[in-house]
């Protein structure tokens, strides 16, 4: 390995058959770049889908009612089903032990105004895990907190964009809003990754709007997050359970697919992981079989190589020269022009996927990228495989005899 001598040689033999060696060295260039480009496309597919789901938590189960469209138990269909914050303990409290950061929601487009600035906005009423729920960041004062809701204070957190369009300018904290004629003190200001139609929300303690729309406990919607312990299977049985449970509570027909809704974000991304699997052993499959092309080329040429130096070797041979050591020579050769050409490929398929960066966002890739394990693990594949197509040749052609091996046209 560390012979001066036969690097020299295999230099010189590299001098010497340029396009040989260039041809050699493009099969597993080009295998591995396609390999790395496949795989970053690959990841920026991931990335944008799991971007879809970064707006709110991802192990949310959203459940709200409707009209009962099914007779039940006495009662006519077509009636209204309601929820109340009794309801919504009974959910939260139905299984402990599966249940993450929850909140009840009570919402009513109302007119706010701040000085001579007014406007129509979706006032939420509802708990501190609201927060963890939307994904929302606090960029001044705070959230919500149970002491607020016990004592029902007149508190408000605000989107971004309704300290832009109210208060504009100064600290907002501190600021009353007229929330339809009651006055709401702002305590915090929050960003949302919705976007700014969810930045124009107004959130307020579920128990102070309750009680000033006269006195009432309704729910509109129930949000509630799963462990993040559960499989997507355990997550969808879940919220079917819990879809059940308040059926049977509010008298409405199993069969009834109207009167209590559940949306479970475990079935969106059960569905995205099966595509993003199926996606992946697709991608995997090419690249592997790029892979594989270029190992086929580089043992082909190989072959050939060998062939040629057929006198070659005998000559070494006729002089005293061991099998050992010609076949150590062409392997050697294959591995240097292996690992030379990997890394070119490896370096252009990087540099590639730099350059794409965020510009295919409108096809739904996003940051495409490769690890540097699985560039190294198909690097290592790639010198395996050169090793392996410089070695089969060069020990058959070992075992020819001189006197054969001269007599080779």
Partial sequence: MFDLDRWQEIFSSIRSNVLRTVLSGFTV???????????????????????????DAKNLIVISTGKATLAYKG????????????????????????????SP????????KYGKESGLYQ????????????????????????MDLTRKLNVAVIGRMVQRDLIKN??????????????????????DDGGDRDERHITVPITTLQQMKKGSDTVNIAYITYSDKLTPDQAIKYGDELQDKLKARKNVSPDDE?????????????????????LTAIVGFIGLGTLLAGIIGISNIMVYIVKERTKEIGV??????????????????????????????????VLTLTLIGDNLEEFFIKGPSVGWGAIIMAFIALIFSGLIAGFV?????????????????
């Fill in 105 to 112: 929601r009570y919402s009513a487009n109302l007119m706010v």
């Fill in 75 to 102: 009662l006519q269909s077509d009636r209204n089903v309601s929820m109340n914050n009794a309801d919504y303990d009974f959910l939260i409290n139905a299984d402990k032990e599966k249940t993450g950061p929850s």
């Fill in 258 to 278: 109207n009167g209590v809704r559940v949306w479970n974000n475990a079935k969106n991304m059960n569905d995205t992981f099966t595509f993003l699997a199926v």
């Fill in 29 to 55: 260039a080009l295998g591995l770049f396609i390999f790395i480009v496949l795989f970053g496309i690959g990841k920026g597919l991931q990335n944008a889908f799991f971007e879809g789901f970064a707006g």
């Fill in 316 to 349: 070494r041979k006729a002089i005293g020269a061991k099998p050992a050591g010609i076949v150590g020579l062409i392997v050697q050769e294959s591995v240097v022009i292996t690992v030379v050409s990997g890394l070119i490929g490896v370096g252009i398929g």
């Fill in 170 to 191: 100064g600290n907002p904290i501190g600021k009353d809003l007229d929330i339809n004629g009651t006055m709401y003190k702002v305590i915090g200001v929050f960003s």
């Fill in 123 to 146: 006032i939420n009423g509802a708990e501190p895990g609201e927060q963890v729920i939307e994904n929302r960041k606090i960029i001044d004062g705070r959230y919500l907190t149970s």
């Fill in 393 to 409: 040749p060069a020990y058959r052609a070992s075992r020819i005899k001189p006197i054969e091996a001269l007599r080779t046209e």
